[in-house]
């Protein structure tokens, strides 16, 4: 959800680094200090030789995954509305004059397993001025109960306008089929009927804030034009008084699925037919191979060069897309296969070929040159993202709330090199069976 644009856009960030990752044999190249405060806030620095451009993340851990209590979803998001409203001592106006003055760009966006919220500045002598405003957002958070029920429709409204789109219908379906106990079950919007009810859970509101938006859920991440110790004085200052919170989120554990299951969405009006497949998969890891091996099988298999998608999308023409999403989640999430097609018949056929494909994966082992080919595309593709200060920001603040350390992409793409097509094989006959998977289409236009 975007908040504000002011005189700089992001295409300041498109200024290239002096020194470019891609001549370096490590996919992270630069240095990095993490220091912990007493409180519990980690502070990740990564200066760099980039002149004037700062980006200063703050990682919240907190998403769907926080849920836990029935009937509660989607406070993870309610929170990234209210961090934009301001504070008793800097109200929303006098934040907003803030950033205009400072010609600074600013957003905030929610997922499963953290929300973030970015600053983007030119000019390190703006940074102690960032660090007091930022600190204070947080740690003087504030809204009372009528703010909550004005801004609950807001949020109804913004979940209208999301399942509008038969796509995420599919996707809250599929999510809500293949989980029973873990709260990824909801997406980050959360349920209606709790996003109704959000009216009247103003105190359990103050008790999620309680709980998350405290130092020892919190992680800084700035990275640019700036020096680590002033950056570290600074930190201490204005954050040194937050209090934590001492709160351990234990997320429910997800029963092993037993036998297939399978849903439907009937859309209102003429659409599209659409699949979606999923099988439970493995949380990250940057020390097993498991969801490494699964990424780089998705690559293979499933990618817009592989023999499938070839086939379906472009020799026949039987989908319009297909794609495979193996997300990276902190606890096990799912492997997802999707695909777009023209028409409702051809929707066995197309669940058909996937599964044929991904007995293909068990049976037949890759070659080791596509293998290679792959590997070296992922590592590319990844160090073409950290080409500017905030396309580092902004890839690693996503690791970063995985694993808390900026290492954990070295050890990944290490990961990476060690699989061979063996190790594929092996784990595509681990994870996907037709008793761990979850079957949902959508159609719609009947009779119409």
């Known amino acids: 959800m975007k908040k504000l644009s002011w005189l700089i856009t992001f295409s300041w960030c498109l200024l290239l680094f002096v020194s470019s990752p891609l001549h370096s044999s490590q ?31 703050t990682i919240v851990r907190s998403g769907s995954r926080n849920e836990i209590e029935p009937g509660k979803s989607g406070f993870a998001h309610f929170f990234e509305h209210m961090m934009f409203k301001g504070t008793k001592n800097m109200p929303r106006e006098a934040y907003d004059n803030f950033l205009t003055k400072l010609g600074a760009g600013t957003n905030g966006y ?16 703006h940074l102690k001025d960032v660090v007091r405003v930022e600190a204070d957002r947080f740690i003087n958070l504030y809204f009372d109960e009528e703010m909550l029920k004005t801004e609950a429709p807001v949020i109804e409204g913004e979940y209208y306008s ?89 997320t429910p554990t997800e029963p092993p699925q037993k ?4 849903a439907h969405y009937e859309w209102p009006t003429k659409t599209l037919p659409r699949l979606a497949i999923a099988f439970h998969g493995p949380a990250y890891s940057d020390t097993k191979i498991d969801k490494a091996a699964l990424d780089l099988l998705a690559e293979i298999y499933f990618s817009s060069r592989s023999p499938l998608y070839q086939k379906l999308v472009i020799d026949e023409q039987i989908c319009l897309s297909l794609n495979a999403s193996f997300p990276d989640r902190r606890d096990p999430y799912l492997l997802i296969f999707t695909a777009v097609l023209k028409e409702e018949k051809d929707l066995p056929l197309v669940e058909k070929a996937i599964f044929e494909e991904l007995n293909k994966a068990k049976t037949e082992p890759v070659s080791e040159k596509l293998l290679q080919d792959v590997k070296a595309n992922l590592k590319y593709s990844f160090l073409r993202a950290m080409e500017t200060t905030d396309g580092v920001a902004g890839t690693l603040a996503f690791y970063i709330n995985l694993t808390t350390d900026p290492g954990t992409v070295n050890r990944l793409f290490n990961l990476y090199e060690k699989i061979t097509p063996q190790d594929i094989q092996e784990i595509a006959k681990k994870y996907f069976t037709v008793n761990n998977s979850t079957v949902v289409t959508l159609t719609g236009g009947k009779g119409k």
């Open 259 to 262: 036998k297939q299951k399978r």
């Open 162 to 250: 999301s399942v509008s789109n038969p796509f995420r219908r599919l996707y809250e379906l599929l999510r809500h089929t293949a989980f029973e106990k873990h709260p990824y079950k909801h997406t980050t919007l959360g349920y209606l009927e709790d996003i109704k009810d959000m009216p009247n859970e103003f105190a359990y509101s103050q008790l999620y804030k309680k709980r998350f938006y405290a130092p020892d859920n919190t992680i800084l991440l700035v990275v640019g034009d700036f020096n680590h110790e002033e950056l570290m004085t600074y930190v201490r200052q204005y954050y040194g008084p937050w209090k934590k919170s001492g709160y351990k989120l234990v």
């Open 110 to 125: 929610t997922t499963d397993d953290y929300t973030c919220y970015f600053v983007v500045f030119a000019g390190r002598e």
């Open 27 to 57: 996919v992270f190249p630069y240095n990095y200090q993490i220091e912990e405060l007493e409180n519990g806030l980690k502070v990740v620095s990564i200066p760099l030789k980039n002149p004037h451009i700062i980006s200063y993340y």
